[in-house]
């Protein structure tokens, strides 16, 4: 059975930094795009940033540009953000993304449960 989990949520003060991490596991034969995804009370959710395997090409939102980092390791299918300089906005449960391939049912879309990030000024 294919899942993603994230880690690496918390309580962080403004101006500080968090990391999460991803990691997609099961049977599967590739992952084509992985992403992280956030959603603060009472907005919905949002593309934070994302990476397709077959050309590296990596997309932030605008509001984390500069502050946000994601990486990927191929190899052990695992995800990463490094968020600095977080401010109060930032305040959202993150979600990871990936869009997997497997044998049964193709390319599909699975999610992570979430982690809370709370940033307070």
């Known amino acids: 059975q294919v899942q993603v989990v994230e880690s690496g949520g918390g309580l962080v003060q403004a101006g500080g930094s968090l990391r999460l991490s991803c990691a997609a596991t099961g049977n599967f034969f590739e992952i084509d795009i992985m992403g992280w995804y956030r959603r603060a009370p009472g907005k919905q959710r949002e593309l934070v940033a994302r990476?397709?395997?077959?050309?590296?090409?990596?997309t932030y939102t605008d509001s984390v540009k500069g502050r946000f980092t994601l990486s990927r390791d191929h190899a052990e299918n695992r995800m990463y953000l490094e968020m600095n300089s977080l401010k109060p906005e930032d305040t959202a449960v993150y979600y990871c993304y990936a869009n997997i391939y497997t044998l049964s049912q193709g390319f599909t879309d699975y999610w992570g449960q979430g982690t809370q990030v709370t940033v307070s000024s």
């Open positions: 990476i397709t395997t077959t050309n590296g090409n990596i």
